[in-house]
């Protein structure tokens, strides 16, 4: 059983510590900086809301479409050079049953 001086004697240390590692008010509450008078009245375009809704989908797949030809051409490009490796040895790649 712990003493019950202990259990009194740990809560204030608790509040202080967590006081101690606060960062101070909450961003949660704090108030977005309103945007300056020449910027209000200038419309976008639908052109750029289509790229700030849909940029980051648009650039992921781009990139994995990239890599995925790039790891299919490898691919091809090794199968092709152990296939002339094997031809210029002799070899064949097809099995014969003599």
Do not use: C
């Not at 977005?32 to 980051?56: E, L």
């Amino acid at each position: 059983m712990i003493p019950t001086r202990l259990l009194f004697r740990a809560q204030p240390i608790r509040i202080a510590l967590r006081r101690q590692f606060s960062t101070g008010p909450s961003l949660r509450n704090a108030v977005p900086p309103s945007p300056p008078v020449g910027d209000a009245a200038k419309p976008t375009s639908p052109h750029i809301n289509i790229y700030k809704d849909f940029g980051r989908p648009f650039i992921k797949v781009f990139l994995m479409a990239v890599f995925v030809y790039q790891t299919m051409y490898w691919g091809w490009m090794k199968m092709e050079k152990d296939e002339l490796k094997q031809e210029k040895n002799g070899e064949s790649s097809v099995a014969t049953l003599d």
